[in-house]
């Protein structure tokens, strides 16, 4: 293992042309090796890089013209690389990322991850994200380590020193995302969505306002589980406040099982050589086996839009690529099937300003999960229970959920399949 200061890193010393890269996403983004990619990628050339979500915003259109970046969607920061035509998407669950990039679908000649100060035996810790990190170490023929010093060691996945072909070190804060402003309808939609939370549920939410408004409601739970491929800094509360204790899960007991911290310095200090946390790949938070053996599972994911047969769509407004599959139909496929647990859709009834239904007729993008997998959709004015409904009884039970000024009109439109039936 070669080691470098951050100012005197060459990527020349590393990369060829025509290199295929693989990044640590999220709050687990190496910053310094992207800035530095981003400054020297011309002179190398015909560079391409995979990254599956970004919160740092490094990745602009301007930035990203002297090597190609794809992605499974447009999530966080890379939104704006969608709007000017500068992100390749590869439509696919992020589950599959890991095994794309075994089979060399995904290419990765070269890996970029982020890691904490190594321990007394020489390992350091993926710290904030280990989705699909080890696959991509494991493939790539140089592993390139931001170590960072403001990184957690986390427990679950490692990286001993001997895997690393060259540590660039820093000491820099990692990517945070605060918490999302919430607003009454955000609260509106968390309040229905957590009715179906009970004592001893194991959860699985994303992050933002909706999440975050849902999990301060469930302070006055008990033993609750955790099973989530993201976490933010409202798992900090939960435990804090006695609501987590992962007691009654069947597997992993105490422990919240996670692939990616993605939220405040607050959660990563509390994350920091703590025991209640497991970060693992997406090989076992997403795994159907694995999923398959928690009981009470709860899901909560979100959608653009959802049309009256119960179709959603996650991923796309109109010309606009503003989202992506994510971890949505492992998670809802689970929660459905859970012995009493329940997979929850959440979105507003409504968007641009009120202008637009989200619940609809056809929908304006891709299918993301389909209506046979859906089980219940909730907006603010309510939840609607779709799983095992004839296709005319999910036209009026979303139609009583979506905006009342768009009924009327939906009611219309549903009228030829309440009619024949399908």
């Given at each position: ?23 640590g ?16 990628g ?14 740092s915003g ?26 000017a ?20 679908v ?13 321990d ?10 280990s989705?699909y ?56 939609i ?21 999440p975050d408004?849902?999990?301060?409601l469930?302070h006055?739970r ?82 653009m ?12 407004s ?23 647990g ?11 300003g ?9 929908l304006s ?9 859906v ?6 004015f ?21 905006h ?19």
């Open positions: 293992m070669r080691t470098v200061d951050a100012p005197d890193l060459d990527l020349a010393d590393v990369l060829r042309p025509g290199d295929r890269i693989v990044i996403q999220a709050c687990g983004e190496p910053t310094t090796l992207i800035e530095a990619l981003i400054q020297q011309r002179g190398i050339g015909g560079l391409s890089a995979f990254i599956a979500t970004s919160f490094l990745f602009t259109p301007e930035a990203t013209e002297s090597f190609e970046l794809s992605s499974m969607g447009a999530i966080g920061a890379l939104r704006s690389l969608t709007k035509h500068r992100l390749t998407v590869i439509p696919c669950h992020v589950s599959q990322v890991g095994p794309l990039v075994e089979a060399d995904i290419g990765c000649d070269v890996a970029f991850v982020q890691v904490s100060p190594p007394e035996d020489g390992n350091h810790s993926f710290g904030l994200i989705d990190v080890r696959a991509a170490v494991a493939k790539a023929h140089v592993v390139v380590a931001e170590v960072n010093e403001r990184v957690p060691h986390t427990h679950g996945e490692l990286l001993h020193a001997s895997e690393i072909d060259l540590a660039v070190h820093v000491s820099r804060p990692p990517v945070e995302v605060p918490p999302a402003r919430i607003t009454a309808t955000d609260e509106a968390a309040e229905h969505a957590a009715a179906y939370i009970e004592d001893g549920s194991v959860v699985q939410t994303g992050v933002g306002a909706v408004a849902m999990l301060r469930l006055d008990r033993d609750l589980g955790v099973h989530s491929g993201m976490l933010g800094d409202g798992l900090v509360e939960l435990i804090e406040a006695g609501a987590v204790t992962n007691a009654r899960k069947p597997i992993d007991q105490g422990v919240s099982i996670t692939g990616a911290l993605i939220g405040t310095a607050r959660l990563y200090g509390f994350a920091h050589r703590n025991p209640l946390i497991r970060m693992t790949p997406t090989s076992y938070t997403h795994d159907a086996g694995v999923l398959a053996r928690l009981d009470r599972l709860v899901t909560i994911n979100s959608a839009e959802v049309d009256l047969t119960g179709q959603v769509n996650a991923e796309q109109g010309a606009s690529y503003v989202g992506g599959t994510g971890g949505q139909v492992d998670f809802v496929r689970a929660g459905a099937r859970s012995p009493g329940r997979a929850i859709t959440a979105l507003p009834a409504t968007a641009r009120g202008t637009v239904s989200r619940i609809t007729a056809a993008g891709p299918v993301t999960t389909a209506r046979s997998d089980d219940v959709v909730v907006t603010e309510g939840a609607a229970e779709l799983k095992g409904r004839s296709l005319a009884e999910r036209t009026r039970r979303l139609i009583a959920v979506a009342p000024d768009f009924q009327e009109d939906l009611e219309r439109e549903a009228h030829t399949i309440q009619k024949r039936g399908f």
